[in-house]
């Protein structure tokens, strides 16, 4: 990605030095690109221009509110996942028409929130929401409009623990579960089912299984012509994968001929929930090196950032690559380990690197970490959250404050508060 790039010899971001930044800011430090960003933005919306797109940025994968209002202004609505993310996006002004509200345990004041902001679809996934949201939307007065989130057990090959799409998943209704569902949401006096939902997974580098589950929708919908009656949208979901940062991400124009072919014919709005494939690659995360440490087969380089900061390589075994800030020539022939400070063996950040000589004092990137880094990031070990900087055409922006050790301990009650 040519807005995250070396110019003689030190990595920049829109043009923004890193070694300048990480002076003024310090690190660990998330720094992302504003234009890298909207790129991606507006190339997934003119992929699929022929079917009236409606893009849902999944706020999980980076919630900054910078980051979102910069989206809602370009249009962007949102797929969000809980209460607070609800209140996220409100407060940079989206439009509840164009938010999409999923996920499998959403809370009763949660559900009476939405009502009350008139968002534009529930997606359901259960029995017991569905009788839920209909009876809070009776007590609210507020009809609901409700999209059906489908399994269609499609294997979205990639890591088990962000598959959702398979039978083996909590996610979504199985076929037979959803044709006893669809006649009793279409009975009901304050829901109104609007359109069919589907998310397989996230990390989808091939477009078969996003097709492969359009057409067992169809399928399924097409075997009983009231599964049509009143559906105006079918939502795709997210999942567009990405790979290292200097690499074109999923070849969006197979994907999209192949959705144009299928569901041109009906007059649905396509709804799309990206959330990795706008963020990923225009995010890194900077970290200065606090030890060279030799090891008995290779060298640890024990950096200021964990995975407290970046828990993905910990918990899914993700493979960032790593970018030594300042290039100096060829990498050094053993191979090393980027760890952190934290004392867990599953605190790395990257293992069996052969990387250019760093040493104390030196700064790295962690790449492709603008999602599901900061917004996953924890205070494990009692380690402040990071800053992050948001750069557009040079010029650098503090988008968050890095948080002041005071903050870790502001709710703890020391003496403790006796319950009655
Ligand atoms: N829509 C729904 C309903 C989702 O559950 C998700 C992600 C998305 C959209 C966006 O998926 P994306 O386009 O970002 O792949 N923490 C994991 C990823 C978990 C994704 C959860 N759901 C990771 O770091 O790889």
Known sequence: MDRIAYKDGRLQVEGVDLEALAESVGTPLYVYSASSILARYRALREAFADLDPGIRYAVKANSNGAILKMLHREGCGFDLVSGGELERVLRVGADPQTLAFAGVGKQDWEIILALETGIGLFTVESEAEVDLLESLAGAAGRRARVAIRLNPDVDPKTHEYISTGKKENKFGLAFDRAAVMIPRIQ????????????????????????????????????????????????????????RDVFEDPLDLSVLAAGMSRLLGP?????????????????????????????????????????????????????????????????????????????????????KDRLLPRLDRGDLLAVADSGAYGFTMASNYNTRPLPAEVLCREGQATLIRRREELPDLWRNEVTEGIDLA
């Open 187 to 242: 009975e009901s006096a304050w829901l109104d089912l609007k359109a069919y939902h589907v998310h397989l997974g996230s990390l989808l580098l091939e477009p078969d299984p996003f097709l492969e589950a359009v057409e067992r929708i169809l399928t399924f919908v097409d075997e009983d012509p009231i599964r049509s009656d009143g559906i105006e949208a079918y939502d795709m979901g997210g999942g567009f994968g990405i």
């Open 266 to 350: 009906r007059a649905w709005k396509l709804l799309l929930e990206p959330g990795r494939y706008l963020l990923g690659n225009a995010g890194l995360l900077l970290s200065r090196v606090l030890y060279r440490k030799p090891g008995f087969e290779k060298d640890y380089l024990v950096v200021d950032a964990s995975m407290s900061e970046l828990i993905r390589p910990a918990l899914y075994s993700a493979e960032h690559r790593v970018l030594a800030v300042t290039e100096n020539g060829t990498p050094d022939p053993r191979p090393v380990d980027v760890v952190g400070p934290v004392c867990e063996s599953s605190d790395f950040l990257a």
